[in-house]
């Protein structure tokens, strides 16, 4: 019988340091996987294009938009936006093809929309 309790006490002793030992090192794991890097959603209805963009660091976005031969035609700063949201509407607009260009802390994404 006093064997039988040396071995539970043991027992719970292992487990006890074991899950304390276990917890702090997992949970420094944990934050350090987590890492979330998100694109702009780009999202074209007809003559429409619209831009969607989680800034989770709230860091400067630029928004700019390019006509075929290269030259500016649109350019916005947003700086401290969780989320960036634009509508283009190209319903308007001269016959071209026209680049959106998204850069944020991540880097540059860029879609382009034909207007017929």
Do not use: C, H, W
């Amino acid at each position: 019988m006093k064997s039988v309790l040396n071995y539970v006490t043991v027992a719970a002793f292992l487990l006890g340091t074991m899950g304390y030992a276990n917890g702090p090192a997992k949970s420094e794991v944990e934050k350090n996987l987590i890492n979330i890097e998100l694109d702009p959603v780009f999202v074209k209805k007809g003559e429409k294009l619209f831009v969607n963009l989680l800034n989770l660091s709230k860091e400067k976005v630029t928004l700019k938009v390019y006509d075929s031969q290269n030259r500016l035609v649109f350019k916005e700063t947003v700086s401290g936006e969780l989320v960036v949201e634009k509508a283009f509407n190209f319903e308007k607009a001269f016959k071209d093809s026209y680049t959106v260009v998204v850069v944020d802390e991540s880097g540059t994404y860029k879609e382009t929309i034909s207007v017929k």
